[in-house]
């Protein structure tokens, strides 16, 4: 309805004299719902350009739109200038037969074209997932489940940081670790792990090693496989063994969130293709790249920044940036028409340097979309807590998940924004009631999946084509009117890449449904009314159920 309102108004418009040619009319549904179901601020818009009050332009803008009656019962003009719009009952009802006959295709669109990459996770192998990583997984995952939806062909995509200092680091953790076990009684040191935390630890250690259990079992498995030859592994084998493993710690994890890849890009191939020093090359031929104090410097200032920034350090070592400029390189040459970005807020003054250096390099840097996400706090009794630190000086993912469930877990992570802040409520995440969201939800597709188990159980047939235009109640119309919003919703949160659209609609879902079930009795009604309500309430549980696997999460017919 939203698209025919726009079409009929911008040609409405488009024979106006006097409307810019660049005027780009809203549509928004009203705060009141007496105020009809979609409005306009045209006129008031076009008042300046038009030289005449925005009502007296609101009633001429009224007076020339040719609506379909079948669609649109009442136009009307209200307060200064606004123009209403209200829906017709038969709209409604064939609306609500189109649902129903989509069933688990209603929301998906083909308005989106071409090929989408969403790079999401992309967490060094060096430990196991936090709950700081689980918000990266599932915003990504949702993200991408939204632009499926929307009409993209997406893959999904875990960059693997298997290069660079952070991986020598790890291999020197795991040696240490094998040596201390052959020699348990060898030199050890103290080293400060946190706030007045300290441990012991071997004293070939380094100094910003890779704490946790997890080091040590990855050790342990080199001794008895090894023995005493574990001690003089080279750091390569060490790394391998490390990555291999703590890599299907990885897998797991995601797994529990029902997050599956399509693709791991290993960040070794660009060293080992090439693609580093060729980037690096194109770069200082377009001026943007210069050697200075034994390190080689991307001309940031020339891009806004207040300081330019190092691309090599003087060990010869590149800084993140440069592999991440030739990564998203390699993106545009595969091909994709859009690549989102999933980054923590510490990512936030990094990444626009990467755009810099792809808009230097000729690439259109605005099918770049970075999403920045803020950080999640754990909170229990109104207070911040840690669960275990049996794996290292953090919260685990999976820790997190054997709390709350996955479902839960996916459901919390959405619930809000993505650039806010995070307050993950333990208490309210475990509750088994109306106050949990997700729980809430899921309660209302349980519900109405009880509701048609009970029509079959008293014997009730509901008619193959029931007459839904006997849903004239106000709680059936406004339950439809939010029913029909579903698909809008969809490509709304796909294009601002705002999986939290989603949860939020879906609430608005079940209130409706609980007043439509609170108000309108279904078995004990006449037969034809009884049908078309049956009807309506599998319309809702098809919503509900399409919503819900959008997000990731899944939809129970009992709780």
Request: charged residues 25%; glycine residues 6%.
């Amino acid at each position: 309805m939203k698209d025919y309102l726009d079409a009929e108004l911008r040609a409405t418009l488009a024979a106006t004299d006097g409307v810019p040619d660049d005027f780009e009319p809203m549509l928004e549904k009203p705060n009141d719902p007496s105020h009809g179901d979609l409005a306009t601020n045209a006129a008031l818009q076009l008042a300046r350009h038009l030289r005449k009050a925005p009502r007296q332009i609101a009633e001429e803008l009224v007076e020339a739109l040719d609506l379909d009656p079948a669609r649109i019962a009442e136009v009307s003009v209200a307060g200064p200038g606004f123009i209403n719009f209200r829906f017709a009952e038969e709209f409604l009802a064939d609306a609500l037969a189109e649902l129903l006959e989509a069933s688990r295709s209603f929301g998906r669109t083909a308005d989106a074209q071409g090929r989408a990459l969403v790079e999401y996770v992309s967490a060094n192998p060096t430990g196991p997932l936090t709950v700081g990583h689980g918000r990266n997984a599932v915003l990504g995952d949702t993200i991408a489940n939204l632009l499926d939806w929307a009409g993209y062909d997406v893959t999904r995509e875990y960059y693997f940081n298997d290069a660079g200092r952070q991986m020598r680091v790890l291999a020197e953790s795991v040696k240490a670790r094998c040596e201390a076990l052959l020699n348990p009684d060898g030199p050890t040191k103290t080293l400060t792990v946190g706030e007045g935390e300290t441990v012991e630890v071997p004293a070939s250690f380094p100094e910003d090693g890779y704490q946790g259990q997890y080091i040590v079992d990855i050790a342990r498995a080199l001794v008895d496989e090894h023995g005493e030859a574990a001690a003089e592994l080279s750091l390569d084998a060490c790394q391998q063994a490390a990555q291999e493993t703590i890599f299907a710690m990885i897998e797991r994890t995601l797994e529990r969130l029902d997050v599956e890849m399509d693709a791991f890009f290993n960040e070794r191939s660009l060293y080992d293709e090439g693609k580093i020093e060729a980037t690096l090359s194109k770069l200082r031929d377009e001026g943007t790249v210069y050697d200075a104090d034994g390190a080689t410097w991307f001309k940031t200032t020339a891009f806004g920044k207040e300081a330019d920034t190092v691309l090599v350090k003087s060990t010869g070592e590149p800084t993140y940036r440069l592999p991440d400029i030739a990564y998203h390189v390699d993106k545009f040459e595969r091909g994709f028409d859009v690549m989102i970005d999933v980054f923590g807020a510490d990512h936030i003054a990094t990444y626009p340097d990467i755009l810099s250096a792809l808009d230097v390099l000729g690439f259109e840097k605005d099918r770049v979309d970075v999403v920045i996400y803020q950080f999640v706090t754990l909170v229990r009794g109104g207070e911040p807590v840690k669960m275990s630190t049996r794996m290292a000086n953090y919260v685990t993912l999976d820790e997190l998940i054997d709390e709350v469930t996955a479902d839960v877990a996916r459901f919390f992570f959405l619930m809000r924004s993505a650039n806010t802040h995070l307050e993950f409520d333990l208490d309210l995440a475990k509750e088994a009631s109306d106050k949990n969201p997700v729980f809430y939800l899921q309660y209302a597709h349980a519900r109405i999946c009880s509701v048609l188990r009970k029509a079959e159980e008293v014997g009730f047939t509901a008619d193959a084509a029931p007459d839904l235009g006997l849903l004239t109640h106000d709680a059936e119309v406004a339950l439809i009117k939010t029913l029909r919003r579903f698909p809008a919703e969809i490509r709304k949160a796909a294009q601002a890449r705002a999986p939290h659209y989603v949860p939020q609609y879906l609430r608005e879902v079940a209130v409706a449904f609980t007043t439509f079930y609170d108000q309108c009795r279904i078995i004990g009604q006449d037969e034809a009314l009884a049908s078309a309500r049956l009807a309506l309430a599998r319309a809702t549980r098809i919503v509900l159920a399409n919503g819900l696997t959008v997000l990731g999460i899944s939809a129970p017919d009992r709780m």
